[in-house]
T-cell receptor, first 115, second 111 residues
Framework: ETGVTQSPTHLIKTRGQQVTLRCSSQ?????VSWYQQALGQGPQFIFQ???????GRGNFPPRFSGLQFPNYSSELNVNALELDDSALYLC??????????????FGPGTRLTVL | DAKTTQPPSMDCAEGRAANLPCNHS???????VYWYRQIHSQGPQYIIH???NNETNEMASLIITEDRKSSTLILPHATLRDTAVYYCIVRAQGGSEKLVFGKGTKLTVNP
């Protein structure tokens, strides 16, 4: 069974640029959730994708957007980067609908630094 | 906002049991208690979850009080590799239920 993977591991961008982060879900999972974790804080929910549709969103502006593909992998896009976007970006996959397997499993994260 | 309250830090001696408390006095009947841990900026690792019965797996035990207003995560024989931030989260099962993280408990296991 393959776990959740994310790429790239680290990324450095400058203010105003755009970035795309990628996530491959765990085998058999059809739902991907994205979280942002600022230094010293717990992860904050950005949004969730289920069967290629956005299925819930946290308190993040529209410049944070995402996609989910037919193979259930996902992308997080952030436009017009700001210094405060510097954070660890985490994705988690799950398979809601079956009580025993609704648990979200996290990838290792992508560390984004905005200069 | 997180619906749980945890002590900011705890220490434990290697080889001893680590007991991490969590208060969730406003938990609803359909909400589960989940525990995750995060080791030094890695992705959070799922540990265990439960509804009202005590649960045990290969990593830990979860003890939930009868009124479900608090719980304790028990690591029976802590090792140095258990040093991490431990998050207690209450969450309804299924659907688009997000995880709402608080600040967690920083557990330090000492030699």
């Amino acid at each position: 069974e393959t776990g959740v993977t994310q790429s790239p591991t680290h990324l450095i961008k400058t203010r105003g640029q755009q970035v795309t982060l990628r996530c491959s879900s765990q085998s058999g999972h059809n739902t991907v959730s994205w979280y942002q974790q600022a230094l010293g804080q717990g992860p904050q929910f950005i949004f969730q994708y289920y069967r290629e549709e956005e299925n819930g969103r946290g308190n993040f502006p529209p410049r944070f957007s995402g996609l989910q593909f037919p193979n259930y992998s996902s992308e997080l896009n952030v436009n017009a980067l700001e210094l405060d976007d510097s954070a660890l970006y985490l994705c988690a996959s799950s398979f809601p609908g079956l009580a025993l397997t609704d648990t979200q499993y996290f990838g290792p994260g992508t560390r984004l630094t905005v200069l | 906002d997180a619906k749980t309250t945890q002590p900011p830090s705890m220490d434990c001696a290697e080889g001893r049991a680590a007991n991490l408390p969590c208060n969730h006095s406003t938990i609803s009947g359909n909400e589960y208690v989940y525990w995750y841990r995060q080791i030094h900026s890695q992705g959070p690792q799922y540990i265990i979850h439960g509804l009202k019965n005590n649960e045990t797996n290969e990593m830990a035990s979860l003890i939930i009080t009868e009124d479900r207003k608090s719980s304790t995560l028990i690591l029976p024989h802590a090792t140095l590799r258990d040093t991490a931030v431990y998050y207690c989260i209450v969450r309804a099962q299924g659907g688009s239920e997000k995880l709402v993280f608080g600040k967690g408990t920083k557990l330090t296991v000492n030699p």
